[in-house]
């Protein structure tokens, strides 16, 4: 399983963000649903590395989080509440995640398992997923916001919206490099398992 703690960088100046962050997380399918740990914090688990990548990048998205992905088990029967999990996977993340709070690294995603080596090369791929994520602009992401990958044909419909040319469309989909972006999605998903699979 997956576990991730998603901490808030700054809730002083930035006020409380947990609650909207929850909102752009709930339609991602989770064995124990992403919710408020403590103070500034969600935790969730999942089982399927898509899932992680998914969830941490929408956390990357804004730049208000410090994202921590554990890759281990979790003691089962899981509990109703995330607050009551425990496991080596929820350690993981918890490591994750201080590691990240104690440096400064620019993309704020870290990756922690049994295997250092395979961690660090997931790691590695998610914080390139996550430098092109965050540095989109408010105008390419009312573009993306309406695409669904993988679907031919979107552009005119989404041009049509917006109420601009699809040549905008197009130009803004290949500055914010989201192609790119989802071709390195499975990487990073399947370097996260390969962690599991050797354990």
């Keep these: 399983m997956f576990t991730l703690t998603i901490n808030q ?50 956390a990357l998205r804004c730049g208000s989080w410090f994202v921590g992905i554990g890759v281990g088990p979790v003691n089962e029967p899981l509990p109703n509440q995330i607050k009551d999990a425990s496991g080596h996977g929820l350690i993981y993340a918890r ?24 961690s660090g090369e997931a790691e590695a791929v998610l914080r390139l997923l996550g430098n092109i994520v965050h540095g989109r602009s408010p105008a390419e992401w009312r573009v993306l916001d309406l695409l669904t990958p993988g679907v031919r044909g979107q552009q005119k419909a989404v041009a049509e919206e917006l109420g601009i040319t699809t040549q905008a469309v197009s130009k803004a989909v290949a500055r914010a490099q989201w192609a790119d972006e989802h071709a390195a999605r499975p990487a990073a998903a399947r370097l996260l398992h390969m962690i599991l699979e050797v354990r």
Excluded: M, T, Y
């Design 95 to 118: 490591r994750a995640v201080d590691r990240l709070r104690n440096g400064k690294d620019r993309v704020p995603v870290a990756v922690e398992g049994p295997l250092a080596d395979l």
């Design 9 to 58: 960088r700054d809730s002083r100046r930035d006020g409380d963000r947990v609650p909207q962050l929850l909102k752009d997380l709930r339609h991602i399918p989770a064995r124990l649903d992403f919710d408020r740990s403590v103070e500034d914090e969600v935790q969730g688990i999942v089982d399927a590395g898509e899932q992680a990548v998914e969830a941490a990048l929408i």
